[in-house]
């Protein structure tokens, strides 16, 4: 079993940067792909950005590719989602995800272990 917290989220304004971390314990983090999601008020959670165990391979939406870059420190054991450019329509809960193979997916069924969970709100 594994522990994800994630950490970074905030109130910005449309435009501003945030770096969301999500420090993992209690299960190998380097043989996992790690993936962000994100759920809005009335709305399904989807698919932000994911990245493979070795970090070598990356995956994002379509909404946030060029704006949002994941990245992971495994000696760290913390996977990173750095939001440039943010928009009032990027603002939702959080999640970090922890994959059950080491290939990043894009569906909740590719991920196992969840997060709590960071609020992002970005006022325009």
């Known amino acids: 079993q594994v522990q994800l917290v994630e950490s970074g989220g905030g109130l910005v304004q449309a435009g501003d940067s945030l770096r969301l971390s999500c420090t993992a314990s209690g299960r190998t983090f380097s043989a996992y792909a790690m993936g962000w999601f994100r759920q809005a008020p009335g709305k399904e959670r989807e698919f932000v950005a994911a990245?493979?165990?070795?970090?070598?391979?990356?995956s994002y939406s379509d909404s946030v590719k060029g704006r949002f870059t994941i990245s992971r420190d495994n000696a760290k054991n913390t996977v990173y989602l750095t939001m440039n450019n943010l928009k009032p329509e990027d603002t939702a809960v959080y999640y970090c995800?922890?994959?059950?193979?080491?290939?990043?997916?894009?569906?909740?069924?590719?991920?196992?272990?969840w997060g709590q969970g960071t609020q992002v709100t970005v006022s325009s």
């Open positions: 995800a922890q994959g059950i193979s080491s290939w990043p997916g894009e569906r909740t069924a590719d991920f196992g272990s």
């Open positions: 990245i493979s165990r070795s970090g070598g391979s990356t």
